[in-house]
Nanobody, 117 residues
C-alpha cells in the first residue's frame, strides 16, 4: 500500500491558475520517481510531468511553459495560463520505487480540475 493523496483541484476560468498538491511520505518521495498524470473526459490517461530520482523534471509538450512540478514537503504542480483543454482528473503517481515491484505504478484517487470560458 502506497498512500498518495491529491488536493488543490477546482474550477477556474481560462487563463487562471491552480496549484495541485500530492501528499506522501518523505520515504516515497526519496525512493520513487514521481509523476503527475491527467485523464480528460473521453481520453486516455496521459503523462503531464515527471520528477526523476536525479532531480530532473520533464513536461508534456502541451504544458511546457505553463506548468511547473516541484517537491517540498509535498509534491506540487503549479498550473498557470490554464486552458479548457486542461480540464481533467489529475493523478499523482509513483514508480520505480525501492520497494515492492520496481516497475509498478501507484496512484492516488485524483483531484478534479475544470477550466471554463
Amino acid at each position: 500500500h502506497v498512500p498518495l493523496v491529491e488536493s488543490g483541484g477546482g474550477s477556474v476560468q481560462a487563463g487562471g491558475s491552480l496549484k495541485l498538491s500530492c501528499a506522501a511520505s518523505e520515504y516515497i518521495f526519496s525512493t520513487c520517481e514521481m509523476e503527475w498524470y491527467r485523464q480528460a473526459p473521453g481520453k486516455e490517461r496521459e503523462l503531464v510531468s515527471r520528477l526523476s530520482k536525479d532531480g530532473t523534471t520533464t513536461y508534456a509538450e502541451s504544458v511546457k511553459g505553463r506548468f511547473t512540478m516541484s517537491r517540498e514537503e509535498s509534491l506540487f504542480l503549479q498550473m498557470n495560463s490554464l486552458k479548457t483543454e486542461d480540464t481533467a482528473v489529475y493523478y499523482c503517481g509513483a514508480t520505480r520505487c525501492g520497494f515492492g515491484d520496481y516497475n509498478a505504478h501507484y496512484w492516488g484517487q485524483g483531484t478534479h480540475v475544470t477550466v471554463s470560458w
